[in-house]
C-alpha cells in the first residue's frame, strides 16, 4: 500500500490565538509548540497518523498548508475532515508499516517468511533434483553406472556450486539498483554479470572438454579405472551446457532480487518434467544409459535458462543484452563475491574429499555414497531460501534508517524456529526413503547395506543444515563476511583431517558421513556464536565497522 503525494491544505482552528496571524507552511513537520493539537486526521474510516504522512511527504515540492482550525481535542472535526495537504489518501493504498514483516508477530513473521521462501526455493532445487532423478533412473540399470556418476557429478554439480558468487552478487547489486528506482542501472548490473557468467561458462565448458577425463582419473584413482570412461561420458555431455547453466543463475538470482520468486519456481517445474521423461525414455525404453541420463539433463538445464531469460524479458529488461564490465566494475564485484567464494570452495572441496575417500573404498561403497549425498543435497537446499530471506529482510533492520536491532534478533528467532521445524521434517523424510525404499535407487543388496551404515549421521547432518543456513544468512546481511570465509574455511580443515583419520582407520563410509555431521554442527555454533556475541552485528551500536563493508560492497 503506498501514501500518493500531491498537495495537501487543511484547516485548523485553535491552533494560535491569533486569528489574524498568516499559515505556517513547512515542507516537513509542525514547529513543536503546535504539534499537541495535531495528533492525527482520519480521511473516509481509515485513521493515518499525522506524522507518517509529513515522512511521507517531505520533498521540497510537498508543502503543508496549516490554516486555522482544529477542534478543541486535538482532532479534526468531521466537516474539516476533507484536507489538501499534498497526500491523496485513496483506499486500498495507505502505506502501513504495521504490514512490514518486522513489525509482525513472531507466528505472523514465520507465516510471511514461508510465502516468501517457498516458490525460492527452486532456485536450489532445479540441480539437486536433475541429479537425484537420473541417480534413481541410472540405478536400476547398472551399478558400475551408478558408480560413475559420483566422480561426474561433482565435476557437474559441486564445480558448479563454485559460482555460486554469481548469484549472490547479482542479487545484491539489482536489489540495490531497484532501491534507487534506477532501471538503467538494473540493465547495466543485469548485462555485466551476464558477461560474466558467459565468459565463466565458456571457460569451464573449455575445461571440461579438454581436462574432463584427467580430472576424473586423478579423482578416482587406480582401483577405481573402469568407472571413468562412464564417468566421462556423462562429464562431456552436461559440459555442453555450462554457459546456459550460469547465464541461468544470473537470471535467476536477477529475477530474486526483484522479488520474484515464482519465476525459478516455473523453471524448476518445466526442466525437472523435461528432465524426468528424458531420463525414462532415453535410459529405460532406449537404453543409452548414463549417456541418455546426461543428455535429458543438459537439455532440461538449458530450457529452464531461456525460461529465466524470458522472464526477464517480460519484465522490461533485456537478457539478451551484454556488456563488458570495467575494471573499478569488476572489482566491486570482487569485493562483494571473493568472501562468499571462499566459503563455496570450503563447502565444495569438503563434499569432494567425501566423495574422494568414499571412492577409494570400492565400488559398492561409492554406489552407496552417490544415492545419499545426493539425497542429502536434494534435502538441504530446502534450507536455502531461508538464507536468502535473511539476507534481503535483515539489512533494513541492521543498517536502514529504521534501524531496529531487537526487531532483527526476533526475525532471526523466527527464522531458526522454522529452520529447526525444516530440519525435523526433512531429516525425517529424506532419512526414510533411503533406509524404507532403497529399491527406488539400486537392487544391488551390497549397496543397500552400506546405504543403511550411514542413516544415523545422515540423520544429524541433516537436521542442523536449514538452522545453519538461516544463521550463515544473517552474517552475510550483516556483511561479516571475514568471519563467515574464516570460520568456513577453519571447519574445512579441522572435518577434512578427521575424514583422513576416519577413513585411514578403518571406519569406512560411517567416518566419512560422522566427519560430516562434525562439520555442520562446527557450522551452527560457530555461526550461533557469532550472532549471539555483544560485539556481533545483532547487538554491537558501533556499526562502523560493518557499514564500512556495506559501503564498499
Not at 557468467?197 to 579438454?210: D, H
Not at 587406480?222 to 544470473?250: C, F, H, S
Not at 537470471?251 to 517445474?269: F, T, V
Request: with cysteine; net charge neutral; glycine share 8%.
Amino acid at each position: 500500500m503506498q501514501i500518493q503525494c500531491k498537495t495537501l491544505t487543511f484547516t485548523v482552528s485553535s491552533i494560535s490565538s491569533n486569528p489574524k496571524r498568516p499559515p505556517f507552511r513547512s515542507p516537513v513537520a509542525l514547529p513543536p509548540w503546535k504539534q499537541p493539537t495535531l495528533p492525527s486526521f482520519r480521511s473516509s474510516s481509515k485513521s493515518l497518523d499525522l506524522r507518517r504522512c509529513l515522512r511521507n511527504c517531505s520533498s521540497p515540492n510537498q508543502e503543508l498548508v496549516v490554516d486555522d482550525g482544529v477542534n478543541g481535542n486535538g482532532s479534526f472535526s468531521e466537516e474539516e475532515e476533507v484536507i489538501e495537504l499534498g497526500v491523496e489518501v485513496e483506499e486500498g493504498k495507505v502505506d502501513d508499516d504495521d504490514d512490514d514483516i518486522a513489525n509482525q508477530s513472531i507466528w505472523g513473521q514465520m507465516k510471511e517468511i514461508v510465502m516468501f521462501t517457498g516458490p525460492a526455493a527452486g532456485l536450489w532445487l532445479c540441480g539437486p533434483l536433475m541429479s537425484l532423478i537420473d541417480t534413481a533412473v541410472i540405478g536400476q540399470g547398472s551399478s558400475l553406472e551408478l558408480a560413475a556418476l559420483g566422480p561426474a557429478t561433482v565435476v557437474c554439480d559441486y564445480l558448479c556450486y563454485t559460482f555460486m558468487f554469481l548469484s549472490v552478487a547479482t542479487s545484491n547489486l539489482v536489489a540495490t539498483s531497484l532501491a534507487r528506482q534506477d532501471k538503467d542501472e538494473v540493465q547495466h548490473q543485469i548485462s555485466i554479470l551476464l558477461f560474466i557468467g558467459l565468459s565463466c561458462g565458456l571457460m569451464m565448458m573449455v575445461f571440461t572438454r579438454l581436462f574432463g577425463s584427467w580430472a576424473l582419473t586423478a579423482f578416482t584413482g587406480a582401483k577405481n579405472a573402469e568407472i571413468v570412461p562412464a564417468a566421462n561420458t556423462y562429464v562431456q555431455i552436461r559440459g555442453l551446457a555450462w554457459p546456459a547453466v550460469l547465464i541461468g543463475w544470473v537470471a535467476q538470482s536477477a529475477s530474486l532480487g526483484m522479488k520474484d520468486s515464482w519465476g525459478p519456481l516455473k523453471a524448476l517445474a518445466v526442466a525437472s518434467a523435461i528432465n524426468g521423461v528424458g531420463d525414462v525414455v532415453l535410459c529405460t525404453f532406449l537404453g543409452y544409459g548414463i549417456a541418455g541420463a546426461a543428455w535429458a539433463t543438459m537439455v532440461s538445464q538449458v530450457v529452464a535458462a531461456y525460461m529465466m531469460m524470458d522472464a526477464l524479458n517480460k519484465k522490461g529488461y533485456s537478457a539478451f543484452s551484454i556488456s563488458v564490465p570495467s575494471p573499478s566494475e569488476l572489482l566491486m564485484i570482487f569485493g562483494l563475491a571473493a568472501p562468499v567464494f571462499i566459503t563455496m570452495m570450503s563447502k565444495v572441496l569438503f563434499y569432494t574429499l567425501l566423495v574422494y575417500f568414499a571412492a577409494s573404498m570400492g565400488t559398492s561403497v561409492i554406489a552407496a555414497h552417490q544415492v545419499m549425498l545426493q539425497t542429502y543435497t536434494m534435502c538441504t537446499v530446502w534450507g536455502e531460501p531461508l538464507s536468502q530471506t535473511a539476507q534481503s529482510f535483515m539489512p533494513e533492520l541492521l543498517f536502514g534508517i529504521n534501524r531496529n536491532l531487537p526487531k532483527a534478533r526476533m526475525l532471526l528467532k523466527s527464522l531458526v524456529i522454522i529452520g529447526a521445524t525444516l530440519g525435523i521434517v526433512v531429516g525425517t523424510i529424506g532419512t526414510a526413503i533411503p533406509w524404507l525404499f532403497p529399491s527406488i535407487f539400486t537392487h544391488d543388496k551390497l549397496v543397500t547395506f552400506q546405504m543403511h551404515t550411514v542413516i544415523i549421521p545422515y540423520f544429524l547432518a541433516l537436521f542442523v543444515t536449514p538452522s545453519t543456513h538461516s544463521l550463515e544468512g544473517t552474517l552475510l546481511a550483516g556483511r561479516d563476511l571475514r568471519y563467515i570465509s574464516l570460520s568456513m574455511t577453519g571447519c574445512f580443515a579441522v572435518a577434512g583431517l578427521v575424514v583422513m583419520l576416519l577413513s585411514n582407520g578403518g571406519f569406512g563410509l560411517r567416518g566419512c558421513w560422522y566427519a560430516l555431521v562434525g562439520f555442520q554442527w562446527a557450522r551452527f555454533s560457530l555461526a550461533l556464536m557469532r550472532l549471539l556475541s555483544r560485539d556481533g552485528v545483532l547487538y554491537s551500536e558501533d556499526t562502523s565497522r560493518y557499514a564500512e563493508k556495506v559501503k564498499a560492497a
